[in-house]
């Protein structure tokens, strides 16, 4: 937001918004994928910065920075875009696990998975191949599950996937995948074979921008406290 601020104070200098300078700050805001609440602090951060101009300026002046501020304004409403589209499914049944490595198999940048276990090997074997063709893959889970028999995760981590585990006592419970920093994959679904063949799980896949930048914030803080598995 701070990138953002000092994006609009520049414009502000001349009181006039090129068209350049528009498009620069919808870039912007595109990537920042702002929170409404976000949203509504930047723009009181600029009718602050309007304000405390107009305090200064003999009357002829002060439409240059009304102009500004109604151009600043608009760029900060909410854009008509096309609704977020989710998808959902369950099991028993091969819904989830389907879903799970379709959306695996479309990463082309980067994928970070948190996930309670690991240990069905259709799920790893996709996994394995997401890594091999040059995608960034993250694993986080649970430092006690990777003793169960069937699990993946010695298996993965041996192949060059970077996995960290928990240090507490506790469960690392999680259980979501993200995609290319714009699709998020959670539910109650397990990554297990039991999760298929028994067990009544959901899973939702969105696109929704707030839902996966939370969730990206989630599994970095995350990132930062476990320890590399080992």
């Not at 200098?13 to 930047?42: G, M, Y």
């Not at 890594?131 to 003793?147: C, E, Q, S």
């Not at 803080?221 to 598995?229: E, I, R, S």
Request: charged content about 30%.
């Amino acid at each position: 937001m701070n990138e953002l601020l000092a994006r609009f104070q520049t414009t502000f200098e001349d009181k006039h918004f090129s068209r350049a300078e528009r498009q620069q700050v919808r870039k912007l805001l595109k990537a920042e994928k702002l929170s409404a609440r976000e949203l509504a602090v930047l723009r009181s951060k600029i009718f602050d910065l309007a304000r405390a101009e107009l305090e200064q300026l003999p009357a002829p002046a002060v439409l240059g920075v009304l102009d500004w501020l109604e151009n600043a304004n608009k760029l900060l409403l909410p854009q008509h875009e096309a609704p977020t589209t989710n998808e959902v499914y369950f099991s028993p049944g091969e819904e989830c696990r389907q879903a799970i490595i379709s959306h695996i198999q479309k990463a082309t940048s980067k994928l970070d998975v948190c996930v309670f276990t690991i240990s069905d090997n259709p799920i790893s074997r996709e996994l394995m191949a997401c890594h091999r063709k040059g995608v960034r893959l993250r694993i986080l889970t649970d430092n006690d599950k990777r003793y169960d028999a069937g699990s993946d995760i010695e298996e993965l981590a041996q192949a060059g996937i970077p996995v960290r585990i928990d240090r507490s006592e506790k469960h690392m419970h999680h259980k979501f995948a993200l995609i290319d920093g714009h699709t998020l994959l959670t539910g109650s679904y397990n990554w297990t074979r039991s999760a298929a063949t028994h067990n009544e799980e959901n899973l939702l896949v969105t696109r929704d921008p707030f839902s996966v930048k939370a969730y990206q914030r989630e599994f970095d803080n995350l990132w930062k406290k476990m320890k590399v598995y080992g």
